[in-house]
C-alpha cells in the first residue's frame, strides 16, 4: 500500500513541553509538508522541504521546527515556543515542486490538544 | 497568506441536486486545484486545472477557470449524500514557489 501515515492520530500535550509528530511516505515523493488547519479556516503552511536534508520556514513556522534526514520522514516537533498549539496536522507529499508536479497526497491528520 | 478564497462557505442541497462552489485569486497561476476533506480526515486531489485550460471534467465533476477573472468554479453534477465534505481550491503561483496556497473551504451538506 502506498501512502502518506501520521502517527499519533490523537496527541494531548501539557502547556510546556515539546511534542513530535511523525510523517512517513512510501510514494518516493521529494517533497513534503506539514500545514496546520483550525476550525472553519484553510491550510496554513508551517514547513516544506524539497529534499533530503533541506527545508524551509512556511507562512507559520514560529514555535515549530522540523528535519528531514530522510526521504521517506518529515518529524514535526511542536516546541514550547508555539502559543497556541492545539490544531489539526497535516502532512502531504508531492513528486517535486515544480509546476508540474504539485498535486499533494496528504497524510489522515494528527489532532494535537493542549491541556 | 490565503490567496483563494471560497464562495459560498456553507452550501445545503438535496440528493439530486447539483452543487456549485467558487474559488476567487489575487495573482497570476500556474495551476488551481480542487480538494476534498471528510470531516476529520486528511484532503483528496479531486482535480487541476491548468492556467492555459478552460474547463476540465472528471466524472461528476466539472471545473472552469477564468483567468480574467481570476475565478474557478467546481461543479458537482446529481450530488449524493456520500458528497458531504469541505471542498478546498489551492492555487499554485506561477514564476515562484509552486507552493499551493489552500483558500478557507466550503462546507457541503447533502441531504438525503
Known amino acids: 500500500d502506498g501512502g502518506i501515515t501520521q502517527s499519533p492520530k490523537y496527541l494531548f500535550r501539557k502547556e510546556g513541553q515539546n511534542v513530535t509528530l511523525s510523517c512517513e511516505q512510501n510514494?518516493?515523493?521529494?517533497?513534503m509538508y506539514w500545514y496546520r488547519q483550525d476550525p472553519g479556516q484553510g491550510l496554513r503552511l508551517i514547513y516544506y522541504?524539497?529534499?533530503?536534508?533541506?527545508?524551509q520556514k512556511g507562512d507559520i513556522a514560529e514555535g515549530y521546527s522540523v528535519s528531514r534526514e530522510k526521504k521517506e520522514s518529515f518529524p514535526l516537533t511542536v516546541t514550547s515556543a508555539q502559543k497556541n498549539p492545539t490544531a489539526f496536522y497535516l502532512c502531504?507529499?508531492?513528486?517535486?515542486?515544480?509546476?508540474?508536479?504539485?498535486?499533494?497526497?496528504f497524510g489522515p491528520g494528527t489532532r494535537l490538544t493542549v491541556l | 497568506s490565503q490567496q483563494g478564497e471560497e464562495d459560498p462557505q456553507a452550501l445545503s442541497i438535496q440528493e439530486g441536486e447539483n452543487a456549485t462552489m467558487n474559488c476567487s485569486y489575487k495573482?497570476?497561476?500556474?495551476?488551481l486545484q480542487w480538494y476534498r476533506q471528510n470531516s476529520g480526515r486528511g484532503l483528496v486531489h479531486l482535480i487541476l486545472?491548468?492556467?492555459?485550460?478552460r474547463e476540465k471534467h472528471s466524472g461528476r465533476l466539472r471545473v472552469t477557470l477564468d483567468t480574467s477573472k481570476k475565478s474557478s468554479s467546481l461543479l458537482i453534477t446529481a450530488s449524493r449524500a456520500a458528497d458531504t465534505a469541505s471542498y478546498f481550491c489551492?492555487?499554485?503561483?506561477?514564476?515562484?514557489?509552486?507552493?499551493?496556497?489552500f483558500g478557507r473551504g466550503t462546507s457541503l451538506i447533502v441531504h438525503p
Open positions: 495573482t497570476s497561476i500556474n495551476n
Open positions: 510514494l518516493n515523493h521529494d517533497a
Open positions: 522541504s524539497q529534499i533530503v536534508n533541506d527545508f
Open positions: 502531504a507529499s508531492s513528486i517535486g515542486i515544480d509546476g508540474s508536479t504539485d498535486t499533494q497526497y
Open positions: 489551492a492555487t499554485v503561483p506561477s514564476g515562484g514557489s509552486y507552493i499551493p496556497t
Open positions: 486545472i491548468r492556467s492555459n485550460e
